[in-house]
Structures are given as structure tokens and as C-alpha cells.
């Protein structure tokens, strides 16, 4: 695809052409086998969503939309929501984050997508949804599919350094300092090499997504709440942080946490670079690999980031990029623009007003203390660049907002 332009307005990113699909396509089949030897060619015209039938028979289909993210920004709600509309299919594995998973195989997830297809295959107006939040934000633990290589060299050269540390003494992480992190990313970087791309810049998930996907890409919607919200709202809705012996519910214990992750993710950028670090934060020493969960919750507030490389290789015109506030305040609102976004059929008010009562958003916050203003301070110049990078994105300056209500709280 070339190398990022300066140039991050909506209109700099293109659609790819013929032979950039040619080597986006052998470039996944060289990263995930697996993943691209399920997928055919082209898919069945007949059927407004991407299906084929294979040499023995079976009908297969993939989503045509995502709902990609995210987590505590009412992702889940609006995929509920969405289930009602008549257009709309799910299966087993629509929210089984297949994108977000490295162990999930394409035949796993195609199989469990067949009752859809069978729907799909008698009613071809129909498509199917996928609503696995972790799709959109690739950080190292949800961005493993197009590291096979990494995985292959890692596995067993740990196993090695836990055979040192029981038989020698020294301990696994010193091992694998010396011995695993750097070569397993080397091994990594000549697959990509391999696959004729850039390691730092294609090597991620858009790039495969749009390998299955081909010349009809889906359509992807993303939910983004402003980062200060959604990581309070994650951190209280998830046990392991606010229940860690570390952490706790006050305030303090809030910063506290948000300090130790700021403050790892900047460490690490002293040595790589933001983008590293937000795709390969574990896998880059011991170091990262032993900070708590692996900052993840801060590296999904970083929307813009993960956004231009999406924008790469599946363009603007595939998505429809929510404030999840707006969506929380105008519900019905967000519903129609997202109905037409998808281009499904119409439906009454009756219909609309029955989907947007259904599963309304939770809130995790209620009741708890709120964010002391040195810790809204700093996590507000954290995230003040991606929140711009999103606004250039997009071309809507509500996220650029974000940097003010961020510091108002």
C-alpha cells in the first residue's frame, strides 16, 4: 500500500487497486495459511452479503458488517439493537471475537455461521453481523493472527527458558530477554519480508481482513467514546482492576492504576515508538510482559491510531464512525443513521422504537468517585493526539472536542 502520507483527511485514503489487492491477498495467504485457504476467489453476486459455494457443496458466508468495537462503549448494546432489524442475522460465532482471537481458525468460524447461511442461501435480501468488540483495536493480545511466525519461534524458546529456570536458576524473564523476545520478532519480520510488506505498518489485521475480503469489503461500524469515560467505565466494570491487590474503587486507586499504565506505555515508547508499542507492547521484553494486563485498557482509547491503518486498507467510505455519547443521548437518531449506513430496509417507528428500548446501555460509573483532576490532567494530554488524529480522520471535529471535555470531566 506504500507508506503512510502526511495527508490524513477522509479523502486521502483510497480504494485499493487491482494489484494492491493481488498482494494484499498473497500477503495474508503468506501470514495465516489457514485464514486464506478457506476464502474463494470471488464471492456469489446473487447474495447482498459475501457467500460462496465450495467445491463439495457447502453454502459459506461472512459477515457483511462488523460492529467493531468497542468494549464499555456500547458496542454490545447497539448489536442487540441491531439483532431485531428483519434484515439481520447472527450465529454462534457472532460475537466470538473472531479477529481479536489468534487460536480461532476461519474453518471454526465459518462453521459456525452455517445456520445464517442456510437463511442467507433461501432469503438473499439478508446479511450477517458480526459484533465482537475486540475487532477494532489490534494492541498485541486481540492483533495475533498476522504474527503466526512470532508465535511459532516464542512457544518453544520459552518452554526452553522454564526448562533453565527449574534445571539453572535464572529466571524466565532474563531467559527470555536473551534469548526469545528479539528473535521470535525477527523470525516475524521475515515473514513479513516473506509477504513483500511493511512489518511496522501492514503487518496487522486490516491488512488480512481485507485479504479474506477482497474487492467487497465490509462494512464496518465503530463506537468510540471519549478515552477518559470509556477506561473509567472499563476499569469499574472489570473486577481484575478495580479488585486487584494493588487498586481498589477510590479515586487514589483509580490514578494509581492509570498512572502505573501512562506511565509503562511511556517507558516503552522512550525505546520504540507509539505505534510499536500500541501493536506489540508484550511481545517487545520482559519488561512490557510483566506490566498488569498489558496497559490494554489504555491502548483501546487510542482510536486514531488503530483507525489510519484500517483506513489503508478497508477506506472511509466502508465505515461509519460513532461518538458513543451521541449514541447514548439519540438512540433512535443513531439507529436510523446506522440502518442507512448499512443499507437494510426501512422500518416503522414501531419497529424502531422496540429496537432502540431493547438492551440500553450500563452504566459502571454510577456512584463511584470521580476522577481526580491530576489524573484527568495527564490522561487527557495522553490521549490529546489520538483523539486529533481521529478528528483528521474522520473529518468530524466532535472528537477533537474530546481534548476539552476531557479536562472538564
Avoid at 57 to 65: D, K, S, T
Avoid at 123 to 141: E, H, I, Q, R
Amino acid at each position: 500500500m506504500g507508506p503512510p502520507s502526511a495527508d490524513k483527511s477522509p479523502g486521502s485514503f483510497k480504494e485499493p487497486t487491482p494489484e494492491q489487492l493481488i498482494r494484499i491477498r498473497n500477503a495474508s495467504a503468506i501470514l495465516n495459511a489457514e485464514l486464506m485457504e478457506q476464502i474463494p476467489a470471488q464471492f456469489d453476486p446473487a447474495f447482498k452479503n459475501p457467500c460462496w459455494t465450495t467445491g463439495d457443496g457447502r453454502f459459506r458466508c461472512l459477515p457483511y458488517f462488523y460492529v467493531t468495537g468497542l468494549f464499555h462503549a456500547g458496542a454490545i448494546s447497539l448489536s442487540e439493537k441491531l439483532r431485531l432489524h428483519p434484515d439481520v442475522l447472527t450465529d454462534a460465532c457472532s460475537g466470538c471475537q473472531f479477529w481479536g482471537e489468534i487460536d480461532k481458525k476461519m474453518g471454526h468460524y465459518l462453521d459456525h455461521m452455517k445456520e445464517a447461511a442456510s437463511q442467507i442461501r433461501t432469503d438473499p435480501s439478508k446479511v450477517l453481523m458480526d459484533s465482537s468488540p475486540s475487532t477494532f483495536s489490534f494492541y498485541w493480545a486481540s492483533g495475533g493472527k498476522p504474527h503466526i511466525a512470532f508465535q511459532e519461534a516464542i512457544i518453544p524458546c520459552f518452554q526452553g527458558c522454564s526448562d533453565k529456570a527449574n534445571r539453572e536458576k535464572i529466571p524466565v524473564g532474563q531467559c527470555m530477554d536473551r534469548e526469545c523476545y528479539n528473535m521470535s520478532l525477527a523470525r516475524d519480520q521475515e515473514r513479513a519480508k516473506l509477504a513483500g510488506i511493511d512489518w511496522r505498518t501492514e503487518a496487522h489485521n486490516p491488512l488480512l481482513v481485507r485479504g479474506v475480503y477482497g474487492a467487497r469489503p465490509p462494512k464496518m461500524i465503530l463506537l468510540a467514546r471519549e478515552p477518559l469515560r470509556r477506561l473509567f467505565s472499563a476499569y469499574h466494570g472489570y473486577p481484575h482492576y478495580h479488585a486487584a491487590a494493588a487498586y481498589g474503587r477510590e479515586a487514589i486507586k483509580f490514578g494509581q492504576y492509570a498512572g502505573d499504565m501512562v506511565r509503562a506505555v511511556r517507558a516503552c515508547e522512550a525505546d520504540y515508538t507509539p505505534l510499536l508499542c500500541a501493536t506489540l507492547f508484550e511481545a517487545l521484553g520482559a519488561r512490557e510482559e510483566a506490566v498488569y494486563f498489558h496497559a490494554d485498557q489504555i491502548f483501546r482509547g487510542m482510536y486514531g491510531l488503530y483507525l489510519e491503518i484500517w483506513f489503508r486498507f478497508i477506506p472511509p467510505q466502508h465505515w461509519l464512525v460513532l461518538d458513543a455519547d451521541e449514541y447514548f443521548e439519540q438512540p433512535k437518531q443513531t439507529l436510523a443513521k446506522v440502518i442507512d449506513f448499512l443499507g437494510l430496509s426501512k422500518v416503522n417507528d414501531t419497529v424502531l422504537d422496540k429496537m432502540v428500548a431493547t438492551h440500553p446501555h450500563k452504566s459502571w460509573t454510577q456512584g463511584q468517585e470521580p476522577m481526580l483532576p491530576a489524573t484527568r490532567e495527564y490522561l487527557a494530554e495522553f490521549y490529546r493526539p489520538y483523539n486529533s488524529l481521529l478528528a483528521q480522520l474522520t473529518g468530524n471535529p466532535r472528537f477533537e472536542k474530546w481534548n476539552e471535555i476531557a479536562r472538564q470531566g
